[in-house]
């Protein structure tokens, strides 16, 4: 078993794929020469629509809620982080607490705590990279508020230092099945495992 440290001493593609749930998916591989200008041309028809995009902005709090609601699909769950890094960002933060309570900030405040341990910029940018491998379904179907999401959620985890909807949603996904596997009884793998 690979460490995330030996990953990043990979190419981008298996690093990439090493960090979801991808494997045995169409994002296992990386986008070939179609694809790529698949993902170019839907860019190009999704930047046509400057006032819907402006619209989806004018109201953060609907976005990031629309956003969190998108990236719930089961189309994404091949993106769900990978047990390894969720297992490593355990490592990092400590278990996430338990509330009671679904004002309490507790859980939101470690789950950003704990993304942020682990999405330095190289990870960002292969996640931003595979959610961007989405945007041509969405755009050939014309749903446009979804390629407007997908598209500002893949510019943000790309380029920020924050935590974006899609990484939240993926990470917090990725964490729940972690704890699925555990309570089944499958090998956990420890971070540090060679």
Wanted: overall charge negative; charged content about 25%; aromatic content about 8%.
């Amino acid at each position: 078993m690979k460490t995330y440290q030996a990953l990043e001493e990979h190419d981008t593609r298996e690093y990439a794929a090493a960090l979801t749930r991808c494997a045995d998916t169409w994002l296992a591989a990386p986008p070939d020469a179609a694809e790529q200008e698949r993902i170019v041309a839907a860019g190009k028809a999704l930047r046509e629509q400057r006032r819907r995009a402006v619209e989806f902005h004018q109201d953060p709090t609907a976005a990031t809620l629309f956003s969190m609601n998108l990236f719930r699909d089961t189309a994404f769950a091949p993106l769900h982080l990978e047990r390894r890094l969720i297992a490593q960002m355990i490592a990092a933060q400590g278990e996430p607490p338990e509330v009671a309570d679904p004002d309490d900030p507790a859980f939101v405040q470690y789950l950003r705590r704990a993304i942020l341990s682990i999405a330095h910029a190289r990870l960002r940018k292969a996640l931003a990279a595979q959610l961007r491998r989405y945007l041509p379904r969405y755009v050939a179907a014309e749903d446009w508020q979804a390629a407007i999401a997908l598209d500002h959620n893949a510019f943000r985890t790309a380029l920020g230092n924050e935590v974006s909807p899609f990484l939240l949603q993926m990470t917090l996904e990725g964490l729940a099945r972690y704890y699925e596997e555990l309570e089944a009884g499958q090998e956990d793998t420890p971070p540090d495992a060679a």
